[in-house]
């Protein structure tokens, strides 16, 4: 893992902050009881430790805010408001100043109803006369405190679990249509699936806050990873409340309150499903993180001058209505009864949608001195976590999931069309596809209110590979850095922005060498149907195009693969299913290995065609030129169809590159 620099809280003079914080036990007494977190309603007949509902609340002097978590897989908004009503009346902090979220365990009593299983009223009931208590309970602990955090990239805890099944092996969904080209927990290795359909966010954050005497009150840790389950048999906290007991016992026991709350891990799961398996136990897990914080706490510089800034917003999105033959499709799968299957599951999710078309969501935005916190009520992909931490207005931002209120899934737009689970129509999955780009745009502005100045322009930092094709002044050039569909952005400086079509996935790893990026990762687009094109009107008709591609697919799948680069349906650059490149239909003589990645340059000088494979010359040959100004990159091939794997660092020149320009790029 790799440790970033550690800051302290500061901004204009205040009187000084104040904090208290507050634990109460939320562990069912009536048993068995049923656990949401599967398909199908599970009933647990014992406890498996404890869960808790823990607060903060911070005063600076000028305002009060309350932070508060639960040990619940979602809690409903219509729940929340009530313990806010409540919390209110008895403290005097206004409701549009609490943020409360659930660290969105498995294992726990379901106080809301999703999929296959109904809330549990009882203990609903329990639930939200607690969570009032811990934020009252933190209300009277208040006193001075002073605040500060760090962050590190970890690396290793936590990794993308959904991935994107080969063309050849497309699923069906639960209504029997053929649409699933991504989905959850492909298994260790198999080759079945080509790669991971999105980004990691490696930030783990804690914000500590200790008492004007230096004894830690409380510890607010934040990071991406789902939960782990497994070998739990009973209603548990998951590795949320072993690291809160094990970062208390490390700290010296006593009155410390530890919270973990949970990131941006819709898509994101502790298995690294591109190697072997390896055993997760839940306790040693959450050891090794509650390590982590030890030594990241050791490091923080704190101060007592803590502005407190809290902006919230509303807002109405629409679900995505079942048409009347779906509606027919449920209504003939209805028993009356909890459901038994998942067609069962989703027949009745279709009817809650239908029943409550829209939802109003609570956004909000804090900020804890340089320290920004976002709040959104869905499960969020990585991607759209790393997209607001980018541009967030502050040194650094963390995002807190399933906070107030429960609205299932906002997958990127581009990730409904690879389908899978995350994107099935249910309570847990049913907002518009464009939801996520809305409440991203929403969270960005609340957060720029939050810090009162504007937020960051998205900057990719450049290496010395990216200054070199610079210098080789390129028509357009395309990095691939891009976060979402439709726009190819043109690094260039020629405005050439290409357009995505189809089925691509963004933002994932690309070819790692500090030549590319000076960020922690260069990004790279993974094609899984979809292409890339562009117009070119500068383009003559000798040129250079040069890109790095990673083969996903696995020789079996199908005789021809479809073509990496193309020229109006002339110069067409592809790769076999072999491993070889092919160009004017002559071969390569060298096979490229399977998902690495490759350099690769074409030119064009009058009728000569050359092709160079990582530097060196592998294709020459005599062909016609259309001399079209259309490019497409991951180009549809003889059958419609295209080359799939992922394109990085594209490049077009007006004019040939010599073969010691080319080389230069590979040093």
């Known amino acids: 893992m790799k440790f970033l620099s550690l800051f302290v809280a500061c901004g204009v003079a205040y009187g000084g902050i104040r904090a208290g ?102 203990y609903s009931l ?38 994107i099944l080969r063309p050849d092996k497309v699923r069906d969904d639960p209504f029997g249509e053929n649409t699933v080209r991504a989905n959850m927990h492909p298994g260790y290795q198999n080759p079945d699936f080509t790669g991971p359909s999105g980004p990691v966010d490696p930030d783990f954050t804690v ?45 010296g026991g006593g009155a410390v309150v530890p919270i973990m709350s949970q990131g941006t891990s819709g898509d994101l799961h502790y298995m690294d499903y591109s190697k072997a398996a390896v055993p997760v136990m839940t306790a040693k897990y959450a050891e090794e993180l509650a390590e982590q914080s030890v030594k990241m706490l050791q490091g923080i510089r704190y101060s007592e001058n803590v502005p407190l800034e809290f902006a919230q917003t509303k807002m109405t999105l629409e679900r995505r209505y079942p048409s009347q033959a779906r509606l027919e499709w449920a209504a003939k799968r209805m028993t009356g009864k909890l459901p038994a299957n998942q067609q069962e599951v989703y027949a009745r999710e279709q009817m809650y949608i239908a029943a409550t078309p829209r939802r109003e969501l609570i956004l909000q935005a804090v ?22 931490k980018a541009q967030s207005p502050f040194a650094h931002t963390f995002n807190v999931e399933l906070a107030n209120g429960a609205e299932g ?24 596809v464009e939801a996520e780009p809305k409440i991203t745009e929403a969270v960005l502005t609340l957060l720029e209110k939050a810090a009162g100045k504007p937020r960051r322009a998205r900057v990719e930092k450049q290496g010395s590979y990216v200054k070199a094709v610079l210098a080789s002044r390129p028509l357009a050039y395309w990095r691939g850095s891009d976060v979402a569909s439709p726009a190819a952005e043109d690094a260039s400086g020629n405005g050439n922005s290409g357009r995505y079509e189809g089925g691509v996935a963004f933002y994932l790893e690309g070819p790692q060498k500090a030549a590319f990026s000076m960020d922690d990762v260069n990004r790279a687009p993974h094609f899984a149907g979809g292409r890339m ?40 650059l592809g790769l076999l299913a072999n491993g070889k490149l092919v160009v004017a239909n002559v071969e390569g003589r060298t096979a490229v290995a399977l998902r690495s990645w490759n350099h690769v340059a074409m030119t064009r000088s009058g009728d000569s065609l050359k092709v ?35 394109l990085d660092e594209m490049a077009v020149y007006p004019r040939v590159l010599s073969p010691a320009e080319i080389g230069t790029r590979l040093q």
Request: with cysteine.
């Open 21 to 122: 914080a507050f634990e109460v036990d939320i562990t069912p007494t009536e048993l068995p009881i049923m656990t949401s977190g599967g398909f199908l309603a599970k009933e647990m007949k014992a406890n498996d430790g404890s869960l808790h509902a823990r607060a903060i609340v911070l005063d600076d002097g000028t305002k009060k805010i309350v932070l508060a978590v639960a040990d619940s897989l979602m809690i409903p908004r219509e729940l929340l408001d009530r313990v806010k009503v409540r919390a209110a009346a008895a403290t005097g902090i206004p409701v549009d100043r609490m943020m409360i979220s659930a660290t969105h365990t498995h294992s726990a009593p379901a106080v809301m109803g999703a999929l296959g299983t109904d809330e549990v009223p009882q």
């Open 126 to 163: 329990f639930f939200e006369s607690k969570l009032v208590e811990a934020i009252v309970g933190a209300s009277k602990k208040l006193a001075p405190a002073k605040i500060g955090w760090a962050v590190v990239k970890d690396w290793d805890h936590t990794h993308n679990r959904r991935w």
């Open 207 to 251: 914000m500590s806050i200790q008492s004007a005497a230096g004894k830690p009150l409380a510890v607010l840790a934040n990071y991406s990873m789902h939960y782990v389950g497994g070998q739990i048999k009973g209603v548990s906290a998951d590795y949320f409340g072993i690291f809160c007991e094990q970062l208390r016992l490390k700290l």
């Open 367 to 388: 900020r804890i001195g340089d320290l920004g916190i976002a709040a959104i009520p869905d499960e969020v992909f990585a991607l759209t976590g790393l997209k607001i």
């Open 409 to 432: 899934y906002i997958p990127p737009p581009d990730q409904h069309r690879l389908g899978g689970y995350t994107t099935w129509p249910a309570r847990t999955a049913g907002l518009e």
């Open 533 to 572: 094109r562009a117009e070119l009107s500068g383009l003559l008709a000798d040129y250079t195009v040069e890109l790095w591609f990673y083969n996903a697919l696995l020789p079996e799948v199908r005789p021809v693969s479809g073509y990496l680069f193309s020229r109006g349906g002339g110069d067409c």
């Open 612 to 646: 160079y494979l990582n530097g060196v010359p592998e294709i020459t040959v005599e062909s016609k030129s259309t001399a079209s100004p259309a490019v497409q990159f991951a180009a549809c091939a003889e059958r419609a169809e295209t080359w799939e794997g992922r």
